[in-house]
């Protein structure tokens, strides 16, 4: 695919053609704002805003549509950035689900008054990734 430095990796059960052609539209090499993790199983990006207070909201705003979607992020907050990554763990790889949160992502921001991003730093993904590491396996399905 032209443009594209990692291939995705999707979930099974995906529908590829459809989620290659949303995918796109969210990417930054496409004109979007996220970018593939290094295993091409998720999307992750920094949001920023003027205040603490404007980030809480939106981070408040996002948790609402993961209960509504039942699927949660891997993100991390320090004062006004979020890091944001969506992946699914179960089946493991980028679902619809992702691709739908991320977007609703871009759309909530703009509504919180988003500013532009810095670059995403080490510290504040590593922040995210011992998070994942210490919650544990929260994704497989109960029976
Ligand atoms: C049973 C239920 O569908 C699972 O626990 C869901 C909940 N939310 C989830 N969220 C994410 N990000 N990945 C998952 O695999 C996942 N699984």
């Known amino acids: 695919m032209a443009g594209l430095q990692v291939s995705p990796r999707f979930s099974k059960g995906t529908d590829e053609a459809t989620a290659l052609s949303s995918l796109q539209s969210l990417l930054s ?16 990006r920094s949001f920023k805003f003027k205040t603490f207070a404007k980030t809480w909201d939106f981070m408040t705003a996002v948790s609402l549509q993961c209960k509504v979607k039942n699927h949660h992020p891997e993100w991390s907050n320090v004062y006004n ?5 969506w992946t699914t763990h179960n089946p ?6 992702d691709l739908e949160l991320a977007s609703l992502c871009d759309s909530i921001a703009k509504d919180f008054g988003e500013v532009e991003p810095e670059p995403v730093t080490c510290e504040i993904r590593n922040l995210a ?3 994942t590491v210490s919650a544990g396996d929260c994704c497989t399905p109960k029976k």
Not at 29 to 44: A, D, I, M, Y
Not at 81 to 85: A, E, K
């Open 29 to 44: 090499s496409e004109g979007g704002r996220w970018t593939l993790t290094s295993e091409g199983e998720g999307l992750e």
């Open 81 to 85: 950035t979020t890091f944001i990554r």
């Open 92 to 97: 493991k790889g980028l679902s619809t689900k």
């Open 129 to 131: 990734d011992s998070a």
